[in-house]
């Protein structure tokens, strides 16, 4: 029997790590930041990794830069704001780079083949825009402080991908990368006697590796086989990694809290991701819908011109004389979009088996601030509205 689904509040109070994912521009570094204050404030020591190079989370926190040193936002920014703090809040940016360096010294058979790699002139190019590199160096993060007994709660914003699918299938990926056809070619023409060379691979190949070495030189094919040999030496290491990667993201201590906001585009994103998780055996969470348009005043009995006046009137208001029509307009408008998102997000809930969703209203402003960051956390606990 399939275990009760359960509150967004009560997956912050016993998970270990929360993930948000979703959709580009739905708020998701909002609600991971959101999170990680709520969980502090309810007295958990947090961290929040995220890996969006925008700078919005460091101001919401009211931090000058948010860097790839871990940076404890002082309680008192939070008291200063009316907002108690009785755990803590540590925030992180992740640096791709420095990430993929630990592990090159981590499983390099020897500190003169970690140099050797790490000095290569294309490794810096490669272990930051290698397809795949960022999300699964996510991962390697979050798996490097999964453990880590400063923190009671991690939670994980995920890389602002076009496509939210990416970090899940980035281990893979990554892996094949490494394991392709075209760098055992390179592999097989280097080992042998350190030096490159074309006789040692297949026939069409070697003719399409000559006319690049006429374009770009050729240094950069002996540096490019040099480079791919030597990270043949780490690959047993990282596809160990990745495999305990995979294993973290189905731990019974992970949630994923999926991110999106009422359009059908980021519904229907989400909808497939949520598959996605089901098929990965990967623990889903609860669903938060950003931007969600809550029906206005009278949205029942609906509003006339004569209250729309009578309004304006008791306010001691002095508007166009065409206003009371126009207020009426706009609250119509207001009532469709209501209808709308309403609409939109049971088609969400009907395909998602009974998933927790947590409606956030629309808010007047951007989130830029701890106390703007507060009220979230607090929409985000009390179930939405």
Same mark, same amino acid.
């Given at each position: 029997?399939?275990?009760?689904?359960?509150?967004?509040?009560?997956? $912050?109070?016993?998970?270990?790590?929360?993930?948000?994912?979703?959709?580009?521009?739905?708020?998701?570094?909002?609600?991971?930041? %959101?999170?990680?204050? %709520? !969980?502090?404030?309810?007295?958990?020591?947090? *961290?929040?990794?995220?890996?969006?190079?925008?700078?919005?989370?460091?101001?919401?926190?009211?931090?000058?830069? =948010?860097? &790839?040193?871990?940076?404890?936002?002082?309680?008192?920014?939070?008291?200063?704001?009316?907002?108690?703090?009785? @755990?803590?809040?540590?925030?992180?940016?992740?640096?791709?780079?420095? &990430?993929?360096?630990?592990?090159?010294?981590?499983?390099?058979?020897?500190?003169?083949?970690?140099?050797?790699?790490?000095?290569?002139?294309?490794?810096?190019?490669?272990?930051?825009?290698?397809?795949?590199?960022?999300?699964? =160096? %996510?991962?390697?993060?979050?798996?490097?402080?999964?453990?880590?007994? #400063?923190?009671?709660?991690?939670?994980?914003?995920?890389?602002?991908? %076009?496509?939210?699918?990416?970090?899940?299938?980035?281990?893979?990926?990554?892996?094949?990368? *490494?394991?392709?056809? &075209? =760098?055992?070619?390179?592999?097989?023409?280097?080992?042998?006697? @350190?030096?490159?060379?074309?006789?040692?691979?297949?026939?069409?190949?070697?003719?399409?590796?000559?006319?690049?070495?006429?374009?770009?030189?050729?240094?950069?094919?002996?540096?490019?086989?040099?480079?791919?040999?030597?990270?043949?030496?780490?690959?047993?290491?990282?596809?160990?990694?990745?495999? #305990?990667?995979?294993?973290?993201?189905?731990?019974?201590? /992970? !949630?994923?809290?999926?991110?999106?906001?009422?359009?059908?585009?980021?519904?229907? +994103?989400?909808?497939?991701? !949520?598959?996605?998780?089901?098929?990965? #055996?990967?623990?889903?969470?609860?669903? /938060?819908?950003?931007?969600?348009? /809550?029906?206005?005043?009278?949205?029942?009995?609906?509003?006339?011109?004569?209250?729309?006046?009578?309004?304006?009137?008791?306010?001691? *208001?002095?508007?166009? +004389?065409?206003?009371?029509? #126009?207020? $009426?307009?706009?609250?119509?408008?207001?009532?469709?979009?209501?209808? *709308?998102?309403?609409?939109?997000?049971?088609?969400?809930?009907?395909?998602?088996?009974?998933?927790?969703?947590?409606?956030?209203?629309?808010?007047?402003?951007?989130?830029?601030?701890?106390?703007?960051?507060?009220?979230?956390?607090? $929409?985000?606990?009390?179930?939405?509205?």
């Amino acid at each position: 029997m399939e275990a009760a689904p359960e509150a967004l509040s009560t997956l $912050v109070d016993t998970r270990r790590v929360l993930v948000t994912v979703g959709a580009g521009g739905v708020g998701k570094t909002t609600t991971a930041a %959101a999170l990680s204050v %709520a !969980a502090a404030r309810r007295g958990k020591r947090v *961290l929040c990794l995220t890996i969006d190079p925008a700078k919005r989370l460091a101001e919401s926190l009211g931090i000058a830069e =948010m860097t &790839t040193e871990a940076v404890t936002v002082d309680n008192a920014r939070f008291e200063a704001a009316g907002v108690p703090m009785q @755990g803590s809040l540590t925030a992180m940016m992740l640096d791709t780079k420095r &990430t993929f360096d630990e592990l090159v010294i981590r499983y390099s058979s020897s500190k003169e083949k970690a140099e050797k790699l790490l000095t290569n002139k294309l490794y810096k190019y490669v272990s930051t825009s290698l397809a795949g590199t960022q999300e699964y =160096m %996510a991962m390697e993060k979050l798996v490097a402080v999964k453990d880590d007994p #400063r923190y009671d709660l991690i939670v994980l914003d995920t890389p602002p991908t %076009a496509n939210a699918l990416d970090f899940l299938d980035a281990p893979e990926r990554l892996m094949e990368a *490494l394991d392709s056809a &075209t =760098m055992k070619w390179f592999i097989e023409a280097f080992q042998n006697s @350190g030096k490159f060379s074309l006789n040692l691979i297949a026939k069409s190949a070697a003719t399409v590796l000559r006319t690049i070495g006429k374009i770009t030189g050729g240094g950069f094919l002996e540096a490019m086989a040099e480079f791919i040999a030597e990270l043949n030496d780490l690959f047993g290491g990282f596809k160990e990694r990745a495999a #305990r990667v995979q294993q973290t993201l189905r731990a019974n201590d /992970v !949630a994923f809290v999926l991110v999106t906001s009422p359009t059908p585009p980021a519904i229907k +994103e989400v909808l497939y991701f !949520a598959e996605r998780l089901d098929e990965a #055996r990967m623990p889903r969470g609860a669903l /938060v819908v950003n931007r969600f348009h /809550v029906p206005p005043p009278y949205a029942e009995q609906g509003l006339s011109e004569s209250d729309a006046a009578q309004g304006i009137a008791a306010r001691g *208001l002095t508007l166009e +004389e065409d206003a009371p029509v #126009r207020l $009426v307009q706009a609250h119509g408008d207001a009532m469709k979009l209501a209808a *709308l998102d309403a609409s939109n997000v049971r088609v969400l809930e009907t395909n998602t088996r009974g998933m927790p969703t947590v409606r956030v209203a629309e808010l007047e402003t951007d989130v830029h601030d701890i106390a703007l960051l507060a009220r979230l956390s607090d $929409v985000l606990m009390s179930g939405g509205v």
